[in-house]
């Protein structure tokens, strides 16, 4: 599931976009990830959510045929990943571990992703959608409502400095 990281993949920064492109003009950037995941060892079918026929389209194109990344794709996607790693985002899986065991309810892996989202795009508004959502439709609170307990810290595997990152967070959102 999710092998384009809720849509993240498809529209990498310019940067990742590009090595994709040059090594194969006429295939999506969406069909790298998509094909990834499909040749992983163990991997019988790859659930990737669609919004409209074009891109279901895309997907079948590329898939109706797929027998495996050649040597060559493989050491593009490695050209991707390692260009993708320079860009310093947040390494929050999205597990959400932490959100068990916050008190107030903070909507810590969504504030992160909106997070990177504005680290690898630098759109405000996009990030700023993502943040707010939480608050509105899924009921969390913000960044700037964390009462530095630390309980978060304790329960997440990737160590993020989370009471540090949200204070970021709610600085760049203009919660403060
Ligand atoms: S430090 Fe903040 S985000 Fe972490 S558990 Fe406590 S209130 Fe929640
Ligand atoms: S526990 Fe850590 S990795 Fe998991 S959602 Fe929370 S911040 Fe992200």
Not at 7 to 33: F, M, Q, R, Y
Not at 41 to 57: A, D, I, K, Y
Not at 124 to 149: F, S
Request: one cysteine or more; aromatic letters at 6%; glycine letters at 6%.
């Amino acid at each position: 599931m999710e092998p384009l990281k809720g849509g993240l993949l498809a529209n990498p920064p310019e940067t990742v976009k590009d090595i994709l492109k040059k090594s194969d003009p006429d295939l999506s950037v969406a069909s790298w990830g998509v094909r990834f995941a499909a040749d992983l060892e163990g991997v019988l079918v790859v659930l990737s959510g669609m919004s409209n026929v074009e891109q279901m389209e895309d997907n079948v194109s590329f898939m109706k045929d797929f027998s495996g990344l050649s040597e060559e794709q493989l050491e593009t996607i490695g050209q991707a990943r390692e260009e993708l790693a320079k860009i310093p985002l947040i390494p929050c899986t999205v597990c959400n571990y932490c959100a068990k065991v916050c008190p107030q309810n903070i909507g810590i892996s969504g504030t992160f992703t909106a997070r990177n989202i504005y680290t690898l795009f630098e759109n405000m508004e996009r990030a700023l959608h993502t943040e707010n959502w939480q608050t509105t439709v899924a009921g969390k609170k913000k960044a700037v409502d964390c009462i530095k307990c630390g309980q978060c810290e304790d329960a997440c595997p990737q160590h993020i400095r989370i009471r540090y990152e949200l204070e970021q967070a709610a600085e760049l959102f203009g919660q403060k």
